[in-house]
């Protein structure tokens, strides 16, 4: 976390205790305005825009068998969030948001349409259970694809989702790596595995994590075992935490990214705001490594951002209620007798 | 609940399982996408639109100590409402819902503003500790002038707040003599009393509990241990439910004017959405009798509809996700293999 002169803590506190309510009685939206306050720099701090970027890719292990759905359901889905059909987007109509969305390595042809940023690295990643997914040069250029994505735009709240058939694997892989902890305790159904499947998955991540050390350094994690879209998501946080963004965290899969950005860029900790605990198996474990205590807690396990989209109103009020609300001086409302 | 013809659910439920998502992965969000539809009867639910209502109203019981602040404070937060300066207005105006207030009766003259609603019952309650709050007559008359209130307007989203120093100590009693439980279950700090305050707050509460029967019919309840605001609350969702509104539940205050207009009118019971887990001791209690499980968790106590208005967005979404998102079918996506 940023070190922040005392006297601006000292004047938050004042101004958040001041408000025309009983002290802390706005429980964790006062924690969340001092948060957006020291982000800003402000007493005065703005939520009122926010965009959704979206990530896809594809993953060579897909095929093997790690998800309910076949890889082909990547790029029909983008084909959606393009159409504006998905839930992220109508989750983003519906508050406000924008959304846009990147291909950073859909399998097959590249997919023309003229709403949709490319910036591919290859059509889908290598099979992860066998070698890297991909070479150090494109995990280099995703994460600076990513920097350039995330930093841009006026937007003050910046939501990250994904989509990409198999990339709970991936996500498990590295958290895995980066955590030094068994895979197994990071494996869960992602969009609906059954016990078979279940079993059969994590066989195939136990070969994958085999093949390298116990616990790696962030960029050898995402080489090994990421997909295009996590570690471009990863770039993107780190890219927005610079351009002073605000980062509304999804689930698993943006937990792990946001685990790989931390581990990359310490000092982009302070900017990240926790939306919500996902259903899949692994995010507790990722919400303890990152000390993170989730906004919502909606039994949601859907990726997209969509989770991320539904706690940007909290973060939208919090603001306004620092910037906008009346002290006890300023309302002529007597304090506590 | 009302019941639902059989060859609704069932559409509902399949409306809902050929979303572009794995099945179940939006969590609650799905189970109050089906709530939404089943009060509008429709499989295109409209969430976007809101109105608060923050009805006001004095405790003759405040001034024996029940509260941390002056009675002044109910009049003194009454005219920053009007003004736009409290917590409850800048969530509105940040989310977009509209504000009015109820002045249900504020001690002292009536307040004269052009946008305050005036249905004053009398200037405050009758000190509830010694005898009953209200006469059988005023509570009637609160209740129907509630009753008219919420089934006004045309948004389809009802949230309720309330201002009233002493009402938690008037929602208790009500709870205990609804409910059938000793009063000290069902007693908090209130807007920050402390130790002592709280103790001296319980043996108030137990003096005034113990004139009347240990459980009591709920209007009598109201009557007896009513605030004008709490108790046209109350008839403000018996009218909001009948009027087909979705009704969001505050905190504690709001959740016992729950229990009042249900024990009225048991048919409102599919209306409610229960809106946040307040950090108020009783709450949980109440939440319990309710059978609610909150969609926030955020530590908050401040009453005034704020936590109502947080999670009005989350339904604003669910509605929009049934209404809205495209089908498999309908986006040409592939279902699991």
Redesign the interface.
């Known amino acids: 976390m940023t070190q922040q002169p005392t006297d601006f803590e000292a004047t938050l506190r004042r101004a958040i205790d001041l ?5 802390g ?5 006062e924690t969340l305005a001092a948060q957006i306050a020291r982000i800003q720099h402000s007493l005065n701090p703005v939520a ?1 825009t926010c965009r959704l970027t979206i990530f896809a890719g594809d993953h060579g292990m897909a095929g093997a068998g790690v998800s ?3 890889q ?2 990547t790029r ?2 983008l ?2 969030f393009l ?1 504006g ?3 992220a987007n ?2 983003a ?3 406000g948001a924008d959304v846009q969305v990147v291909d950073c390595g859909v399998a097959g042809e590249p997919v023309e349409a003229p709403n949709l940023i490319s910036r591919r690295i290859a059509p889908g990643t290598a099979n992860a259970i066998e070698g890297p997914a991909m070479s150090g040069a494109e995990c280099n250029r995703a994460l600076e694809n990513g920097r350039k994505i995330g930093a841009e735009g006026s937007h003050p709240v910046a939501c990250f989702g994904e989509m990409g058939i198999g990339n709970t694997s991936s996500a498990s892989l590295i958290a895995a790596k980066l955590l030094g902890l068994p895979v197994t305790e990071l494996i869960g159904r992602g ?2 595995l059954d016990d078979a499947g279940l079993r059969a998955k994590a066989a195939l991540l136990e070969k994958a994590a085999g093949r390298t050390p116990d616990q790696l350094e962030p960029q050898t994690a995402l080489m090994e075992y990421g997909g295009f879209e996590i570690v471009t998501m990863a770039g993107a946080m780190i890219g927005a935490a610079a351009a002073g963004k605000i980062i509304l965290v999804d689930g698993f899969i943006a937990g792990v990214a946001t685990l790989s950005a931390r581990a990359l860029k310490p000092e982009t900790a302070q900017n990240f705001i926790y939306a919500h605990r996902s ?1 899949e198996a692994g995010h507790g474990r990722v919400l303890e490594a990152l000390e993170a205590r989730p ?8 990726g997209e951002g ?1 989770g991320a ?2 706690a ?3 973060v ?2 919090a ?3 620092l910037r ?3 002290s006890f001086e ?8």
Chains 1, 2 share one sequence.
């Open positions: 408000k025309t309510k009983p002290v009685s706005l429980g964790e939206v009122d309910a759905y076949p082909d359901v029909q889905m084909a959606n159409a059909g998905a839930a109508v989750f109509r519906s508050l969009t609906g259903a906004l919502l807690n909606l039994n949601m396990r859907l969509t989209l539904l940007w109103p909290l939208k009020a603001a306004a209620m906008d609300m009346a300023s309302a002529g409302v007597s304090g506590p007798s």
